[in-house]
């Protein structure tokens, strides 16, 4: 083998190298990007267990105390996606001038996907 094409072979075994280093490091950034991350949805209940449309549920971030909120949708259902695994959060729904009571989403909870009902007494 002359000096050249070892020269080529060692570059070409270089990129492929370099190549399959940046793929899987960019497949594992992919995963990372949701590992840190859960949804949460429900729906809404009123006293006698019919859906409610229209309810403001809230959000209340413990860590810096941000509300977020939806309002429910025809049949009830309430979503808030992309919320930080590590955080704990408070849950609540007000209709007509009442409030639900409060729920808590913990961060030790694992799930990805976290589903609470909220019911009106």
Known sequence: MSAMSATRLAWSLGCWAVLLTLMAALVSMGRAQ???LKNLQGKVY??????????????QNSRNNDVKTFISASDGTYR???LSADTDYTLWAAYKGKK???KEV???DSRKQVYIDLHFK
Do not use: E
């Open 34 to 36: 949701d590992y840190g």
């Open 46 to 59: 009123d006293g006698k267990d019919a859906t409610i449309q229209g309810a403001i549920v809230y959000l």
């Open 80 to 82: 808030f996606a992309a």
């Open 100 to 102: 639900s009571p409060t």
């Open 106 to 108: 913990s961060s030790f």
